[in-house]
Every structure is written in C-alpha cells, then in structure tokens.
C-alpha cells in the first residue's frame, strides 16, 4: 500500500489517498476514478508531501504494528467484497448504466463497473455520485 496527499485542483482540499501502488493510482485518476471526497471535483492532483522517514534503528515498527497494520487492510478489502458481493458488475457499461439508473430508466441498485476519466467526469458534473474502489477487482470469472 502507498498513501499520497492529493488536493482537488478547484478548491483546494487536500485528503489522502490509499492504492496498491505507484501505478495503480496512474491507473485510477488516467481513468477518472480519482476524485475529491469533499466536493466532488475530478481535477485531483498530487499535493507536496513530506517524504515518510524510516523511525532509527531501535524505533521501527514492532511485529505487533504491521501486523495490526495488516489486519486493518484485510478488514477494508473484506467490507468492500461484501459490498460488491449485493453490487451488479457491468464492465464498460457503467457509465450508461450509472446514467440511466440516475434518471429512472433502469432499476435502482448497485453497480460497479470501468469508467474512463471524462466519463466519471461527466457523470459527477450531472450530479451522479460515483467513486472508485479501494481495492482492486477482478472481474466475474479472474481469479483473485
């Protein structure tokens, strides 16, 4: 897991973000999954931040912390596999699907799905609330 501060280009807020890695945060905000959880905006950017300092030698985590650390991650990856377990997977479709769902021409109900950038874009612009997972997923069918 690596944490970024990031800050919405509009407003200015600064929130931090959790992602597999360096790449799946390219991934995600490529995509237009990233977006302020404040107000919204899908301008997000990288904010300055202080490089995470090692403790000294006789100060590093104890067993105890990563795997309390651990734990915390696989709790937050169970909930969202629950969550998706009661979520219908529509692959490229979602942001047709998250559209009409929105303006009352397809059943109510959660769904999860691939969105480019500009899609999630224009989806939050209309007042659709959309947001990326933490985790990544498989889809239907891959092995985890």
Known sequence: MIVFDLRCAS?????EGWFGSSED???QAE???VSCPICGAP???KAPMAPRVGKKGNQQSSPDERAAAKAMLAQLAKAQRKLLEKSDFVGDRFPDEARAIHLGESEARAIHGRATRADA???IEDGIPVSPLLFP??????EN
């Open 11 to 15: 407003q200015g807020h600064v929130f």
């Open 25 to 27: 945060y390219a991934s």
């Open 31 to 33: 995509r237009g999954l």
């Open 43 to 45: 301008e997000v950017e």
């Open 121 to 123: 874009e224009s989806l």
């Open 137 to 142: 997923v498989p889809e239907p069918g891959e």
